[in-house]
């Protein structure tokens, strides 16, 4: 994006783009483009002048709030007497 093209000399800005077809793509100059509203969102959670650092981690490493959290199986106990059986 041209008003971006000295980003460089500007650091790191995180910003949404017109062109969200190119997320995930190289497409700037150093930015972190993000579509629109994930950028509203983000403004939301963290504010103006937050610090914000970018690593190389999946996202639930980093928050593990973030995790689902772990399935749990409901268990069936025999009727009292019976005899449990198993699959060969």
Known sequence: EAQNANAYGRYIYIHGTPEERNIGAPASYGCVRMRSS???GLYDIVGE????SIV???LA???PALSPPPTQVAVAEPPHGAAA????
């Open 49 to 52: 002048g937050a610090r914000v």
């Open 85 to 88: 059986h198993s699959a060969p």
């Open 38 to 40: 994930d950028v509203i």
């Open 56 to 58: 190389n981690t999946p």
């Open 61 to 63: 490493a980093t928050v």
